[in-house]
């Protein structure tokens, strides 16, 4: 399994605080990313990156920002949570553009 | 718009059925990916196509580049195979998944 792992797993948080959720990989793989998962949406790309300091936008990326300092670490911070955000996050890594190995998640509830 | 699109949405199987699991896609791709997610768990990756077909113990996946069509097979299915099936493209430009909304399988003892 790759080493892959996101915090917390579990959160529930009310309307209007920061939230912020780590992924952390010891695979020294280039690219990361995040998703939420939705019933009847699937997996949505909310950014990704593709090197230290490099990030870019994905499809619902509003409400979202995220920032990567080291090659293990991505960060997703949810500025001012809003119940919309609830949802299943989960972080994955790649090292080229052909695989992707998925973490474990994060269930996120914004009351 | 959905580049990848699977049917069907729901799948409900008595154990020993033979499934099948139908995926398209619309983008012109380097590989197609099929994914397994138990409840409550996380994601694993099954398979990884870009022509042909593979084999792993009782899960046959399939692709038809022409057609741009890929099938997930189980056979002799069991009800611990009961589980969200996704497909995922990786296209030949750009390095973003495409993903389908997933395919909910149960199989009945």
């Known amino acids: 399994d790759a080493g892959i792992t996101q915090s917390p797993r579990h959160k529930v948080t009310e309307t209007g605080t920061p939230v912020t959720l780590r992924c952390h990989q010891t695979?020294?793989?280039?690219?990361m990313y995040w998703y939420r998962q939705d019933p009847g949406h699937g997996l949505r790309l909310i950014h990704y990156s593709y090197g230290v300091k490099d990030t870019d936008k994905g499809e619902v990326s509003d409400g979202y920002s995220v920032s990567r300092s080291k090659t293990e670490d991505f960060l997703l911070t949810l500025e001012s949570a809003t119940s919309s955000q609830t949802s299943v996050y989960f972080c994955a890594i790649s090292k080229s553009v052909n695989e992707q190995f998925f973490g474990p998640g994060t269930r996120l509830t914004v009351l | 718009k959905n580049e990848v699109e699977q049917s069907p949405q729901n799948l409900t199987a008595q154990e020993g059925e033979f499934i099948t699991i139908n995926c398209s896609y619309s983008v012109g791709i380097s590989a197609l990916h099929w994914l397994q997610q138990h409840p409550g768990g996380g994601i694993v990756s099954l398979f990884m196509l870009s022509s042909g077909k593979k084999k792993h113990g009782r899960l046959i996946a399939t692709i038809n580049i022409q057609e741009k069509h890929s099938s997930l097979h189980i056979t002799a299915s069991h009800p611990r195979d009961s589980a969200v099936y996704i497909c995922?493209?990786?296209?030949?430009?750009?390095?973003?998944?495409?993903f389908g909304t997933g395919t909910s399988l149960t199989v009945i003892p």
């Open positions: 695979e020294n793989h280039r690219y």
């Open positions: 995922a493209a990786s296209p030949n430009t750009g390095n973003q998944f495409y």
